[in-house]
């Protein structure tokens, strides 16, 4: 459909045009807030990579709702808000895993595949091969098929 494809051509000129221009804008683990929040998602100090961002992942999914935008946020302002979509959340936990200790992860840009077979486009982030989607539950994700068109790669400095 005409309609599909002109979403679809936007979605990827968004991320070229915003993302790959002015990462650092929307990568911000220095940030006072996400500083804090890191923190706070912390449940113990040890842990490996996965596990770690499965902390971030509780976190963000248990203060942030999911709520469908067409602008996107820096990772104060969804704190702030307490509320963003797929690009919103993601930026925010890639923000917090450095904070966490996490050195290396991933922004993934692909499709979102639905037991139904039905498809969306969708953002989420990778640790160690390791879907993270705070957009729904761990059990939503389990049911969903990711697949990747554009990686990001995320290294802490």
């Not at 077979?117 to 539950?137: F, K, M, P, Q, R």
């Amino acid at each position: 459909m005409v309609v599909e494809e002109l979403v679809e051509e936007r979605f990827w000129i968004e991320w070229e045009d915003k993302f790959e221009d002015d990462s650092q804008s929307y990568i911000t683990p220095g940030n006072p807030m996400v500083v804090d929040a890191s923190s706070s998602a912390m449940k113990r100090e040890t842990g490996d990579a996965k596990a770690i961002a499965e902390m971030a992942w509780d976190y963000v999914y248990n203060n942030i709702d999911y709520k469908l935008s067409k602008l996107w946020k820096v990772p104060e302002t969804t704190l702030l808000d307490k509320e963003g979509d797929c690009e919103d959340v993601t930026f925010l936990i890639a923000s917090m895993l450095p904070n966490m200790g996490v050195k290396r992860s991933k922004i993934v840009i692909g499709d979102m595949v639905f037991p139904d077979g039905s498809e969306t486009l969708h953002v989420w982030n990778e640790v160690d091969g390791h879907v993270i989607d705070a957009t729904g539950s761990k059990e939503s994700r389990d049911l969903a098929e990711y697949k990747a068109k554009t990686t990001y790669v995320i290294v802490a400095e």
